[in-house]
């Protein structure tokens, strides 16, 4: 659980940076522009799925470290973000991590409050994938998880996976490490081979 | 009541087709993105009102059938998009039901939670309207509610009508059913006549 | 607290005109589209705090006077418009006035309601500003607190300001009138000198 919630707060640290590297030099935001969009990209999703379930408090309403590992974030992007261009395989790896494990938790969390299947494995995706929604629709640009990248759907396949292996018997943390693993995987295969979802329009 | 719950899936299904439509060729959406715009598109306004209402669990937490509604109009947006073009009366149509119902079910449900008429009226309209509010913001385009066709309009007034004869004491069946057609038939004559509402700035 | 209560209902009315006017000439907004854009400013940023704190029902839901508020506002812009463009520092006023006001209700609730110190300033400056975000990314523009004026930052001072205050005891009246008169004296300074925070990117 310890080691869980140390991998959590890593995760918020990637949303963060990549809140922060999303508005770039043309659109000229200042620091709070920054620190604001890289808030709502970490800690986003989680609002969402506590809204959408009607669990309050909200996820970061007692919880400073979450504050505190995005401000590190954000401290990081400001020192950095010349370098993060070159970092690209770092950062893509950060963020794995980050939707793997916010899928889990975000689906176990929906379980726990009598979400069926389905919409668990939703809640999972939506606490991975909706601080980014959010942090695109804001700064005007079409949310990268529409067009680019099998990243929602990793989140839904790994959703699946950890139903299954439930289902199974598999006990809870095996369970937790595998699942996370196969979104983890899919997600870095698919960009290492630049796969992508078929058009919709064809 | 039978009745109304199938007239309300149909209204998902028309909902769901046009978030699906609302992706196009250009902006190259895949199969998720394409599923994401639909299901928000489909469930918007409804899950914007429970949360505005503080009702819970959100409509869609435990009804599976509208899940399949929207899948369904998912697919057959899928197979049928070529011919949808041609069918932009039929679409009209289903969509002019979609928001009819969904009008005077969210007006209802407001005033069940204790919302004055005002807020029931608008609780009303915003069942209807929030979902393709939200589907334009992630696409970005300007909301077509507000510069296009007396869409809202006709929901307000249906809203208001409805009220207007439960004063007078009309039985609820029939209310429903006449408000609702007061909302599709402003709409169907606006669009017809191509009429709008006068322009803000002169 | 009547006078406080005045107070934020012109707040509200400013918040509408900055709505109302937000909609230009060339998106062609009709009289609905207008009358939604100020609502929803006029309303976004204590709809947001309220949902993030589970505080139900909303603040609009049983109180009329910030509808009726919010309608004088679309009314005197739909009349005035045109003056409007001539009066601007009479409108940063008023905007001022609301800001200020915002900021320490929002902060205050949010303490009512349990939340750390952090989260309290937050949610003060989130009543005040989250109304125009909505607003900004609705029209598909990026939000002016991102990128113009020291914004959203003087609300945040303001709030620290406030705890301050009221760690060292002042009266709550005294610090409400003095915590907002530092939001409101920061963002008059800033205006009239035109400072800004130094952009995050180099």
Chains 1, 2, 3 share one sequence.
Not at 8 to 33: N, P, V
Not at 69 to 94: D, N, P
Not at 112 to 141: C, E, K, Q, W, Y
Not at 147 to 154: G, K, L, S
Request: one cysteine or more; aromatic letters at 16%.
């Amino acid at each position: 659980m310890q080691i869980q919630y140390i991998f959590e707060l890593i995760g918020t640290i990637a949303f963060a940076i990549s809140g922060a590297l999303a508005g770039d030099e043309r659109q000229k935001h200042d620091w709070f522009g920054i620190s604001f969009i890289a808030f709502i990209t970490a800690i986003g999703g989680g609002t969402i799925r506590d809204l959408f379930l009607g669990s309050y408090p909200l996820v970061w309403f007692n919880d400073m470290y979450i504050i505190y590992a995005i401000a590190f974030g954000i401290l990081l992007t400001g020192l950095f973000y010349k370098q993060f261009s070159r970092w690209r395989t770092t950062l893509l790896l950060f963020d794995t991590l980050g939707i793997a494990l916010f899928t889990i938790v975000g689906l176990e969390k929906a379980q726990h409050l009598g979400a069926n299947p389905f919409i668990s494995v939703m809640m999972g995706m939506f606490t991975a994938v909706m601080g980014g929604v959010i942090r695109d629709t804001m700064i005007n640009r079409t949310p990268t998880v529409f067009i680019q990248e099998i990243y929602a759907t990793a989140c839904i396949f790994g959703g699946i996976f950890y139903l299954i292996l439930e289902s199974f018997g598999v006990e809870r943390n095996t369970n937790f490490i595998l699942s996370g693993a196969v979104i983890a995987f899919i997600r870095v295969i698919t960009v290492k081979f630049n796969l992508s979802l078929p058009k919709f329009y064809k």
